[in-house]
């Protein structure tokens, strides 16, 4: 296998024993980040083919490409290795500006007060209008 064979860039990921990379959704235009998820190798492979995010999902035990049931889809700008080698950065645009499953443009819509997790952010969208 060459250096730039098609493969390679994948070998050079640092898998868990699953067989899984945690990978990283941030907005492009904000630099929020949107959510974290999973990819094995299929799903990375075909994130950078298709040019759109392509997770794993472990729940469900099957590919989960963003957006395929809610509209939601994540159209990839840039994909980035962390210095490890173990986490994926994605880079996207958020068609229709809602990240979370919850209606919330970003899964991380909860911070620390005190001692309990504060919501900080309003649901923009019912999930049930989403997920029907």
């Given at each position: 296998?060459?250096?730039?064979?098609?493969?390679?860039?994948?070998?050079?990921?640092?898998?868990?024993?699953?067989?899984?990379?945690?990978?990283?959704?941030?907005?492009?235009?904000?630099?929020?980040?949107?959510?974290?998820?999973?990819?094995?190798?299929?799903?990375?492979?075909?994130?950078?083919?298709?040019?759109?995010a392509?997770?794993?999902?472990?729940?469900r035990?099957?590919?989960?490409?963003?957006?395929?049931?809610?509209?939601?889809?994540?159209?990839?700008?840039?994909?980035?290795?962390?210095?490890d080698?173990?986490?994926?950065?994605?880079?996207?645009?958020?068609?229709?500006?809602?990240?979370?499953?919850?209606?919330?443009?970003?899964?991380?819509?909860?911070?620390?007060?005190?001692?309990?997790?504060?919501?900080?952010?309003?649901?923009?969208?019912?999930?049930?209008?989403?997920?029907?």
């Amino acid at each position: 296998m060459t250096e730039n064979s098609p493969a390679s860039w994948l070998d050079e990921v640092k898998w868990d024993d699953n067989g899984l990379v945690p990978a990283i959704a941030q907005d492009v235009a904000s630099g929020r980040i949107l959510m974290m998820a999973w990819m094995n190798r299929e799903a990375l492979s075909l994130t950078a083919q298709e040019g759109r995010a392509i997770y794993w999902s472990r729940s469900r035990g099957k590919l989960w490409r963003k957006g395929e049931s809610s509209g939601h889809v994540q159209k990839l700008h840039e994909m980035r290795l962390d210095c490890d080698a173990d986490v994926v950065l994605l880079t996207v645009e958020q068609i229709g500006g809602i990240a979370c499953h919850t209606g919330r443009e970003s899964c991380f819509y909860r911070k620390l007060d005190g001692d309990h997790w504060q919501s900080v952010e309003a649901v923009i969208k019912d999930p049930g209008e989403i997920y029907q």
